[in-house]
């Protein structure tokens, strides 16, 4: 939308807010202007999880796909019989899984550490992807005895 449209959909916004008389109308058509010009301008983006593990699966290596088929074997099998010796089984199977994909993970880490100077774009994406920050929006609308009313932050 340019500057000029901008500025023509918020007069038009405002003529409408203003001609009407009780607050409360000219807040609920306030909150329904906002939340469709917030569905057709804000972009939202859908993250299928089951595919981001699906793809870490991937990345694996065969041995290690089939050390971890067996670690979930071993566990099944411990389950159904509660047998100690099944459970040390699954244990050595479930070290011998950490053990390779940490394996995994520190060759892939080295790799893009050599290549941090010619492959910038690889190097970024692994140091985002290790960063835990997350940013939250705070409610602008808070329910209140059953009204919806601008939610006030003081901190």
Not at 43 to 71: C, G, M, Q, V, W
Request: with cysteine; glycine share 2%; proline share 1%.
């Amino acid at each position: 939308m340019t500057k000029e449209g901008m500025k023509a959909f918020t007069q038009e916004w405002t003529k409408q807010i203003e001609a009407e008389e009780c607050i409360e109308t000219q807040w609920k058509l306030f909150r329904d202007k906002l939340k469709e010009a917030e569905e057709k301008h804000i972009p939202s983006k859908y993250i299928n999880y089951f595919d981001l593990r699906k793809s870490k699966l991937n990345n694996l290596n065969k041995e290690t796909r089939e050390a971890i088929r067996k670690k979930h074997r071993c566990w099944q099998r411990y389950m159904e019989t509660r047998d100690q010796e099944k459970f040390r089984e699954h244990t050595k199977q479930r070290n011998k899984v950490k053990k390779l994909t940490r394996k995994i993970d520190k060759d892939n880490e080295s790799s893009i550490a050599k290549e941090a100077k010619s492959n910038a774009k690889k190097f970024w994406k692994h140091v985002k992807s290790k960063l835990k920050t997350a940013t939250t929006i705070l409610d602008l609308v808070e329910e209140i005895d059953g009204e919806e009313r601008i939610a006030i932050s003081n901190k």
